[in-house]
């Protein structure tokens, strides 16, 4: 009787693991299918010359060579100088899913040892196309922000990780790679969406009304669903909520030390009411 008993045991446990091994190879499915398609829809923001696919112009390298530079992680303040070290020369800077040729050529003219990290080969072209006009070493690896294998723990003095993490349905691994692979005391400056932008309906945004349609977590996958649209060539987004965006980089090892907000710059309706960006500086803490 026991045997037996064990043995149905066995059998419900047996078909519990694989019902799990299923679900899990399903979901990184699910997820691989995501990254590639974000891939190819920047691939192709960048034939149309979106304004976050143009690189930075030859004047703006010179001043940089020169120390007159400034980034921005969000959409249109500069990140503030004293979020940086004094100096830049010979400190191995991360731009995670940072492609594009913005941050990483200024941050090179300046003397970082830059590498990128971006999902989108087209973007790295753009880093890689300054890198040669300008005589700037940039190294450039196509990957995803939420793996970082390639990396060894503790390589980076600094990751500077611009509004992209908005492109992953799952902000946690951001977070936690970008901690290993910083060196303890380094510092990772981020930009990143406040959720509170995906509660408004886009299509009604433009007709100058704000109609709250959506849940935060948000997701654009589960709205073209609800549409019955193709996503066709538009990337599919997440609004992760505050507490995964803040407190995740925390429960990370991170210790927030500075933070402010952006907008728009004022062509959104949206941005007469609040401001839907964010900027964080955190601090890798010693364990």
Avoid at 54 to 74: H, L, P
Wanted: aromatic content about 8%; glycine content about 6%.
């Amino acid at each position: 009787m026991e045997d037996r008993l064990c043995k149905r045991e066995l059998l419900r446990e047996s078909r519990r693991s694989r019902v799990e091994i299923r679900n899990t190879r399903k979901r990184g499915m699910a997820l691989m299918k995501i990254s590639q398609h974000n891939s190819k829809a920047w691939d192709e923001k960048v034939n149309q010359g979106s304004r976050y696919t143009k690189y930075v112009s030859y004047d703006q390298v010179e001043n940089a060579r020169r120390g007159d530079w400034a980034i921005s992680v969000t959409t249109e303040k500069p990140v503030p100088r004293n979020w940086f070290p004094p100096t830049l020369k010979g400190l191995s800077v991360l731009c995670l899913a940072g492609g594009g040729g913005q941050q990483a050529p200024l941050l090179a003219a300046a003397g970082a040892e830059v590498t990128v990290v971006d999902m989108s080969e087209k973007q790295l072209e753009q880093d890689r196309f300054v890198a040669e006009r300008d005589d700037l070493s940039i190294k450039t690896i196509k990957g995803d922000m939420s793996d970082l294998n390639f990396f060894d723990d503790e390589t980076f003095d600094l990751i500077v990780h611009p509004v992209s993490n908005v492109f992953v349905e799952d902000v946690l691994p951001v977070w936690k790679e970008a901690a290993r692979v910083l060196k303890t005391n380094g510092t990772l400056i981020s930009g990143f969406t406040n959720p509170v932008l995906y509660l408004f309906d886009d299509e009604q945004e433009e007709k100058g009304i704000l109609d709250v349609q959506n849940s935060i977590p948000f997701s654009s996958v589960e709205e073209m669903k609800a549409k019955e649209r193709d996503a066709g060539n538009e990337t599919l987004e997440f609004g992760h909520t505050l507490e995964d965006q803040i407190q995740g980089q925390i429960d990370a090892g991170l210790m927030i030390a500075g933070f402010y907000e952006d907008d728009f710059g004022g062509t959104r309706l949206i941005d007469n009411y609040i401001k839907t960006f964010i900027a964080t500086k955190a601090i890798k803490q010693s364990t």
